[in-house]
């Protein structure tokens, strides 16, 4: 499937929201590790983090054929991926 750099820009910030609610989680729950969590606090983080770990997963498959049919190197638009994502949307 063919992106365009707006579509990547997209899932880009799709990511990095979903790894922030993941680290908000963290944050507000403690670690997922000390085993303090009650049930419902647990299936929210576990769901949070296996929907950002499949948002991840996606936005480097989207890269990665983006970057090969552009036939650029990939850390390159990477990188300017990730530079548009933190920038205003302007619309």
């Not at 990730?82 to 920038?87: G, K, M, S």
């Amino acid at each position: 499937m063919s992106h365009t750099f707006e579509e990547l820009v997209a899932k880009q910030r799709a990511t990095d929201a979903a790894h922030e609610l993941v680290q908000q989680l963290r944050d507000t729950y403690g670690p997922p590790a000390q085993g303090d969590l009650t049930g419902t606090q647990a299936e929210t983080y576990e769901t949070a983090l296996r929907a950002w770990r499949d948002l991840a997963r996606d936005l480097q498959t989207a890269v990665s054929d983006y970057a090969r049919d552009q036939s650029r190197p990939r850390p390159e638009v990477e990188a300017e991926v990730e530079r548009a994502a933190t920038e205003p949307d302007e619309t």
